[in-house]
């Protein structure tokens, strides 16, 4: 089946430096992904709609300078946390449409602690 | 706007029993509706995926259905196990728009007890 490889799966960090997370499509490409937030014991928030050659497009509230989203290719899309704050601390999951426009697949998700 | 909520929030149940869980949504107009696994600190994995066409869909011991009309899917889990104790989330996938994203509920934190 479709798999979607997320790395970090987990990260510590300082406030104010800047932490980038990747999504892989592994066996499918992927012309659309999708970066979640998970805040403990809640459910995902979409944080941003990533698409393959173009900008990402962002969910209202989320600030497109503080999560820089880049897509260069159909099997990889990062996020970048930019001066990150212990408020940015939380579970972040990225997702793929499968292929034939099926279901979606998740990856494995980056706990991100700014200390 | 699409809402989705799930009720109950948690359950615990004695291993063996069959259980269902509840999913509903407000708006009808859904392309396919997917249910999720979610163990702690861990990503979603896929359970049953349902297009807006059919009623349901089984995999081994879950068995999904969907009512579209009345803008309702349950989960029915057969003969629990104590390996199935995990947040199960439903989403809904709208049926038309260019963002295509899913909306999900909030999720039921089941514990199957041993």
């Known amino acids: 089946g479709a798999v979607v490889s997320q790395h970090p799966s987990w990260v510590i960090c300082k406030s104010g430096t800047s932490v980038k997370i990747e999504c892989r499509s592994l066996d499918f490409q992927a012309t659309t992904m999708f970066w979640y937030r998970q805040f403990p014991k809640q459910s995902l928030m979409l944080m941003a709609t990533s698409n393959e050659g173009s900008k990402a497009t962002y969910e209202q509230g989320v600030e497109k300078d503080k999560f820089l989203i880049n897509h260069a290719s159909l099997t990889l899309s990062t996020l970048t946390v930019t001066s990150a704050h212990p408020e940015d601390s939380s579970f972040y999951i990225c997702?793929?449409?499968?292929?034939?426009?099926?279901?979606?697949?998740f990856g494995s998700g980056t706990r991100l602690t700014v200390v | 706007k699409q809402e989705v909520t799930q009720i109950p929030a948690a359950l615990s149940v004695p291993e063996g029993e069959n259980l269902v869980l509840n999913c509903s949504f407000t708006d009808s107009a859904i392309y396919n509706l997917q249910w999720f696994r979610q163990d702690p600190g861990k990503g979603l994995t896929s359970l049953l995926l349902i297009q807006s066409s059919q009623r349901e869909q089984t995999s081994g011991r879950l068995n999904a259905s969907l009512d579209k009309s009345s803008g309702r899917s349950t989960l029915y889990i057969a003969a629990s196990q104590p390996g199935d104790s995990a947040t199960y989330l439903c989403a809904v996938r709208r049926s038309s728009g260019s963002a295509r994203q899913l909306t999900f509920g909030s999720g039921t934190q089941l514990t199957v007890l041993p």
């Open positions: 997702s793929a449409r499968g292929p034939n426009d099926y279901g979606y697949t």
